[in-house]
């Protein structure tokens, strides 16, 4: 049975939000490599290793810094009200109660770390998402906001310095505006992943907005990579066919 | 699209199967991805990205402050000696009196009394030193005291129209040149400099003398000097034209 799992809403930011991310941090990165350092000239930086290491040009967009730069500074308006219209509606519709934290949800996280690494047998009860999807989702808008503010604080360091100075000077605010995009990268990554390895019905979710919850991880007591494709309808007691992956 | 809900809970789409929608759905994603590796980006988002830098010209011209003012963090150290030197000719141009004569910076335009200024002229006039950071469009700073002649006592002296929204920095490096709108080049810290860290300014960092302000990006920022002039419309730059932004501000 098909239920309504996402809102016209969050399904249009979502993939508005995975384009933006994808051009922004493309971008972010071309920019980046044309001075892949953080020292101030005549200064040393105590905290990148990787000084003056290029990013490798096949993760870039826009092929020449001036290019990165119209596409990172046009993409960021879509970035951010996409983002504004996002939140507001989670606000507003109250889906912010699926994804603020609570107070099992240190205890539920650590069970489903359990359960991924066979310390336990059956899959967590859940809501909506289960502990450590919750936290992901609920991390994304903070460095979302991180690396929003952060832009603007290196994009604009003389006319809004005192948000600038917030970030510790324009070097520093650089290197904040660089952790956050680490941080939606590796939460991307690791979402993109999970997706494919334990949940792919949900992409249909994320398009068409339903979702067939006999399909769901719990439902199907999925790992990644383990039991991806649905049991059997168990209406006698029979064993379950063997299971193909 | 046809769905067709089949048994309990396979659902397939015009004939292909979950299983099938996710392959070709990923490959297709993944090629997709590929092909935008390290690219421009599709021709056809020229436009939007001409506009979209419009609009943000207008939305930093609306962000911009007199009182918004370049401050040195404390404890940042100076670049000195490892301040960049740029210049567009194949080697650091130098003004040959010999050949040009005896330099002189021309300010003219839109202004009630055009001037001839020689390098003698210009320290005669107010002087200031500004330690400030260079944002260059790399993404470096640099911090170096630049001594000169605000650009608003210039433009007093040769009594700017109103009519000048606008100012071209000319130089003998080339062709190089930038357009700036007249608010940043009247903000106080806009200094036509012919000092460097308390030195006369050398041909490395744009000697006789160069625009200075920590408003604008570096390349904003002509060195090289021989005209400053008022324009009731913006004239492009050498690097604009190359296709970075007009506007280039902080």
Partial sequence: ?245 | MRIVRTGRSFVSINGMDRRDFLIRGGSLVSAAFLAACNSRGPKAADKLLKYAERKNISVERKLFRHTAIDVVQSGAHDAGNKLPSYYISPTVPVWDESVRGKWALEVSGLVANPLRLTLDDLQKLPQVSNRVNHYCVEGWTAVETWTGVPFSELARVVRADPQALYVDFQSFDDDYHESWDIESAMHKQTVVAYGLDGKMLEPAHGAPARVYSPVKLGYKNTKYLTKIVFLPQANGGYWTDMGYEWYGGV
């Fill in chain 1, 1 to 245: 049975m098909n239920k309504k799992r996402h809102h016209w809403i969050v399904r249009v930011t979502h993939w508005v939000n995975f384009v933006a991310i994808v051009i922004m941090v493309g971008s972010g990165l071309r920019i980046f490599n044309a001075y892949p350092a953080f020292a101030r000239k005549g200064e040393i930086f105590c905290c990148y290793p990787f000084e003056h290491k290029p990013i490798p040009a096949w993760l870039t967009f826009g092929r020449w810094l001036g290019g990165a730069r119209h596409w990172h500074f046009a993409m960021m308006w879509v970035l951010v009200v996409n983002g504004l219209v996002y939140l507001a509606f989670v606000y507003l519709h109250g889906e912010w109660r699926d994804l603020v934290p609570r107070k099992g949800d240190i205890r539920d996280s650590w069970q489903m770390v359990k359960f991924y690494a066979f310390r336990r047998k059956d899959h967590p009860h859940q809501g909506k998402h289960n502990a450590l999807q919750k936290t992901a989702y609920f991390l994304l808008p903070i460095a979302g906001a991180l690396a929003v503010l952060t832009g603007i604080a290196i994009w604009k360091p003389v006319q809004l310095s005192w948000l600038t100075a917030m970030f510790g000077g324009y070097v520093w605010a650089r290197y904040w505006h660089f952790i956050a995009m680490l941080a939606i990268v590796i939460l991307s990554v690791v979402h993109v992943f999970m997706v494919f390895a334990v949940d792919p019905y949900s992409i249909t979710s994320m398009i068409t907005g339903n979702y067939d919850p006999s399909l769901s991880p719990e439902a199907r007591n999925a790992r990644p990579f383990y039991h991806l494709f649905p049991r059997r309808a168990t209406v006698a007691p029979t064993p379950p066919p063997p299971e193909t992956t």
